[in-house]
């Protein structure tokens, strides 16, 4: 497999508009000759299929949620990046492009990191001329927090509901068009198969969720914009039904799926409190501008904080990190976490948790403002923990919450199979190993507002074709490989129901391939995941029918499919031999605790190629080349 990133030549900076110039164009006539796809509605797919149909195309946008006003990004709490500058602070579309390559710790593309930054500014007058109520300083000016890894105030937030208010102005964008006839929406429809016709993606196969039936659609190009797979762990922040399989769909058909291992643990959610939880709960990084952390200095001190003196707490990323302290990045602050925890200094009842606290905050700023500031956010941690963080603080511990793997695209956001168009958390994104806060909005609508609008015409522009009959053989084999998997499902009438094995591969994920990973602990891992899934196969219990609304049938299938990735994702983990960002291979660490990268042997993307059924996937790679940074120890101290 051949891994052609086509990052244009030229300086750094002039490398997108060059490519723009150079592009193709479809002439706006023309431009209703041609179809695409956007599998996935939330600020990717939606963004780029409003965009794609303003422009003239004809989009077909399917979602599994009832409505594409409900896609995951909604949950999105803190803010947005954007390099503004409005507070006059040193911010520069070069320090953004700087801080997200350093905070992946290198492991990013140059070019396309750029072009994110670039465009970030962009993304800000799109939202605000759409209406988006961003928060606003006393003057009128769009305010800003800092979120981890940067020095600079340059997120722009919505109290702490930012996806929520983005994801309204890319809704109405794309209601807009379904008004206009240019969008048709497909709600509750969930793509299980991709159509490759001669070589190029030309369609998918999805089932009616609602009725069960198998329809199939057929286009010039898809884009899959469907979001990140970090439920393989179960126990995550993610909406429950986020899940891998598009992209896992897509990969078996010849997808590369890069950097698979690199998941996001997120040091501030609320801990784990039982056996049989199904949900992780996020309270927002913008907590950490005003909210301190910290553990008890003695191991095993069981008094409320309250009684802990001042001088008796270890404000651990204040001591560790002291120019960014509470903002250190995420993978940082969560190994800190981990750490004082595994000292036996950790807090509640499990001793899985440090200290989130306002006092000081709430003393110098007023209840008031740390209210309008948090309040939504104050609010949901009360409703879940009856605690109320005004009074005493939160406590919060890492959790899965984001995945920088994905399938490989090029600077077009083109996977390697052409003319299949990876948008937002789905593709490998521009995050390196490790995502700063805040940045993960600003990549899925720069994807969808701001690149693919442009990359997919030059690749239409450039091709020829035909319509796909319906009755192509390509087309009857994904139909057929869905109703057989569907059936397959449905037959085994074991004992088990798929909820129990997605509990017991989150298990093994977080404990082989999770915060810390093992030479030895990811060979378990890798010989435990094929037995699950073997017994899944002989032991699932999948109640009622094919023809009708089944969410048991919904989960089973996303279980099979997250049981083959979980063991690519522990496979990638194994071979990448280094530490870099969230990726902490215990064997290679500095003797203060921090990731060791190897830039001589793993400076690059591994992007892994499905060979069939029961074969070893081929790791590819492709090559990162620094030019415009320096490859340093990622220092935050
Ligand atoms: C609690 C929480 C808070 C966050 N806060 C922030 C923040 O403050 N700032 C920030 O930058 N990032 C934040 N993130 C991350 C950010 O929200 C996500 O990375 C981003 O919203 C993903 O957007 P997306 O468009 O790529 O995917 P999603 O919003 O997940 O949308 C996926 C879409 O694909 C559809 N889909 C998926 N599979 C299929 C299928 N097989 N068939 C049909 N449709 C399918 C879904 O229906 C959905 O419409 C947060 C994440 C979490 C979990």
């Known amino acids: 497999m051949e891994l052609r990133s086509n990052i244009p030549s030229g300086p750094l900076e002039k490398k997108w508009e060059k490519h723009r110039f150079e592009m193709k164009l479809v002439n706006p006539a023309n431009k209703r000759k041609y179809s695409v796809i956007v599998v996935g509605s939330g600020l990717a797919g939606a963004g780029g299929a409003a965009s794609m149909a303003e422009l003239g195309y004809k989009v077909k946008c399917f979602c599994y949620q009832d409505s594409p006003r409900r896609p995951h990004s909604i949950a999105a709490q803190g803010g947005i990046n954007a390099a503004k500058n409005y507070h006059n602070d040193g911010d520069s579309v070069f320090r953004l492009f700087y801080d997200t390559v350093k905070g992946g710790d290198f492991r990013a593309r140059e070019a396309n990191v750029y072009r994110l930054a670039e465009v970030s500014g962009n993304i800000i007058d799109q939202c605000v001329a759409q209406g988006v109520p961003f928060a606003r300083e006393y003057g009128g000016l769009l305010d800003n927090r800092s979120f981890g890894g940067a020095q600079v105030s340059r997120t722009f937030y919505a109290r702490g ?15 807009r068009q379904i008004g206009l006839g240019s969008v ?53 922040t993610y909406a429950k039904g986020c899940n891998g399989t598009a992209i896992w769909r897509a990969y078996k058909k010849g997808a590369a799926f890069a950097n698979p291992c690199f998941t996001q643990i997120h040091p501030t959610c609320i801990p784990v409190t039982g056996e049989y939880q199904s949900k992780l709960t996020l309270m927002s990084e913008s907590l950490r501008n005003d909210g301190r952390i910290w553990v008890p200095k003695a191991k095993g001190d069981k008094r409320a904080p309250g009684e802990i003196p001042e001088e008796e707490r270890d404000y651990y990323l204040e001591r560790m990190y002291p120019s960014f302290g509470n903002l250190a990045p995420r993978d940082i602050s969560s190994r800190a976490a981990k750490r004082v925890c595994d000292e036996g200094r950790g807090v509640g009842p499990t001793g899985l948790g440090v200290y989130l606290d ?45 995945t920088m793997g994905g399938l490989w695209v090029d600077y077009d956001l083109m996977s390697t199979i052409p003319g299949l168009f990876v948008l937002g958390e789905a593709n490998f994104s521009d995050h390196g190993a490790n995502r700063l806060g805040a940045s993960a909005l600003m990549q899925g609508l720069a994807d969808g507002y701001f690149v693919i609008p442009y990359t997919i015409g030059n690749y239409l522009a450039r091709e020829k074709f035909t319509p796909v009959p319906s009755d192509h053989p390509e087309v009857r084999a994904a139909e057929q490989a869905l109703t057989e998997r569907t059936k397959r499902l449905l037959s085994i009438q074991g004992k088990r129901t798929p909820t ?17 990973r093992d030479k030895k602990g990811l060979e378990q891992g890798l010989a435990m995941i094929p037995k699950l899934r073997e017994e899944f196969w002989k032991n699932l219990r999948v109640p009622g029918s094919g023809e009708e609304l089944n969410q048991s049938l919904e989960h089973a299938g996303r279980v099979a499919d997250f049981l083959e990735l979980g063991e690519l994702m522990c496979l990638d983990a194994l071979e990448r031999d280094e530490s870099c960002g969230s990726h902490f291979r215990t064997e290679h660490q500095t003797p203060d605790g921090e990731a060791k990268r190897n830039d001589k042997d793993f400076c690059h993307v591994a992007a892994w190629e499905f060979r069939g059924e029961g074969k070893k996937p081929t790791r590819n790679v492709e090559p990162l080349v620094y030019e415009n940074v320096e490859l340093a120890v990622r220092s935050y101290k």
């Not at 939504?376 to 919450?401: C, K």
């Open 161 to 175: 509901q930012t996806g929520q208010q983005l994801l309204l102005g890319a809704y109405q964008a794309l209601e």
């Open 500 to 516: 129990s094995f997605h509990r017991e591969l989150g298990k093994i994920m977080w404990e082989h391939c999770g915060m810390a």
């Open 358 to 402: 306002f006092e000081d905050a709430i003393k110098r700023l007023g209840r008031n403002t740390i209210e309008e500031k948090y309040g939504n956010l104050f609010e949901m941690y009360e409703r879940i923990t009856d605690e109320n963080p005004y009074n005493v603080p939160m406590r919060i511990y890492p959790a899965t919450h984001y």
């Open 184 to 236: 048709e929406m497909f709600p509750r429809h969930e793509m299980q198969e991709l159509i490759i016709v001669e070589g190029r993606a030309r369609g998918i196969v999805v089932r009616d969720m609602v009725t069960g039936e198998v329809e199939t659609h057929l286009a010039d190009a898809v884009c899959l914009a469907t979001g990140g797979y970090g439920n393989v762990f179960y126990l995550a």
